[in-house]
């Protein structure tokens, strides 16, 4: 075990947020030395990817992923960063990586926890390693593709369409040949998807019947449904699946603020009426096809037909607000914390 003495700010929680009120519930701290067990690096973060499934780390829930992270314990998340101490021989200082951290000035990371991977210098916007270049463009690339199976042609249905994963998901089945209705929070979401992100149709689930204009916009039955969120969502989009089409579940975001589960969807007999297939995907399960997707992504990125715009929050302390904007959905593509 090595030490080193540095000025490190990091986040944790003083309670379980209450909905989506993280300025209240989470904390900056300050330490003046980092503890780097053998086997481990530290690295000067540069970027912090906000991510919407860390908010299930933040209740009582012991059945998710990860366990819950206790009370006062640093919050983690990917980050991208330099190494500036080692004792790992595989990671060298000045290297930059993206990797499993905390939410701080300086990680100490232990690449046993999730596979570090070296970020190309070359690239002009790092930054594009915590969005399309990184678990979320690999999500919404493996959940349209390998999960959803789309074919030219298909009705394609993605929820939370214009955060980050929603709006690469939409782009790639657009890309893939199909139809693309988007489903979000805001008028102003609808038109963006439609205009800027050639998705076909949208639906403001908090002001529109998502059922009544599903039919509309969709007559001949959804073929793959890219479910970000679960709850009501659902039931409105299993009314409207194709026989034999495809839920790929990614992600709950109706219900990642509680401890509790949601009930099944209200509509589950549909899946065998329709003979549905239901599959869930999660990104750590195909971090090492990150050389054979990466290339894909960056071709489409160059061509121009997958974008991604980076919300960027400045400053370590400014956390708690950029995090927030997952749950209140104020943000358009990706949320990062500048460090
Ligand atoms: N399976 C995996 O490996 C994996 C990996 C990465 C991400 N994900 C999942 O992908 C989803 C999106 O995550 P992200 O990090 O990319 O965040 P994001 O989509 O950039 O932001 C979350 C968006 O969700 C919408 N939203 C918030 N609360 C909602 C609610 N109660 N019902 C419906 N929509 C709601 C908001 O937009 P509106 O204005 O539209 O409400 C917000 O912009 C999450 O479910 C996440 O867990 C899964």
Known sequence: ?????????????????????????????????????????????????????????MTEREDSYQPPIPIGEKLT????????????????????????????????????AMYPSKVDDSELDLVNYVGIY????????????????????????????????????????KI???????????????????KE???????????????????????????????NVAGPTLDAVLENMANFGVIAVCGLMENYGSAERLPGPYNYDLILMKRLRFEGFFSPDFYHREPEINPILKNWSERGLLKLPIETTDGL??????????????NIGKVVVKV
């Not at 701290?29 to 053998?38: A, G, I, N």
């Not at 999960?147 to 369409?161: I, L, N, Q, R, Y």
């Not at 302390?317 to 104020?330: H, M, P, Q, R, W």
């Open 77 to 112: 998340g990917t980050v991208l960063g330099e190494v500036v101490e080692s004792n790992h021989p595989d990671y060298a200082v000045g290297e930059r990586l993206r990797s499993y951290g905390q939410w701080s000035d300086y990680s100490v990371v232990d690449p046993k």
């Open 197 to 227: 992100y050639g998705f076909d149709g949208a639906i403001n689930y908090k002001t529109e019947n998502i059922s009544e204009k599903l039919k509309i916009l969709c007559p001949e039955g959804i073929n793959v449904y890219f479910d």
């Open 134 to 173: 990184g678990a979320n463009g690999w999500t919404a690339y493996t959940g349209v593709i390998n999960t959803g199976k789309v074919k030219a042609g298909d009705t394609f249905v993605v929820s939370a369409a214009a955060g980050c994963t929603g709006l690469m998901a939409g782009q790639i089945a």
């Open 1 to 57: 075990m090595g030490s080193i003495n540095i000025s490190n700010r990091f986040w944790v929680m003083k309670s379980l947020p209450n909905g989506n009120n993280f300025e209240d519930a989470l904390e900056i701290r300050e330490e003046s030395s980092l503890d780097v067990p053998l086997g481990c690096f530290v690295t000067k973060n540069i970027y912090l990817s906000m991510d919407a499934g860390t908010r299930m780390y």
């Open 317 to 330: 302390e400014n956390l708690a607000v950029a995090y927030s904007k997952l749950f209140e959905g104020t």
């Open 176 to 194: 893939a040949g199909c139809k693309v209705i988007g489903i979000v929070g805001k008028d102003e979401k609808c038109q963006l998807i439609c």
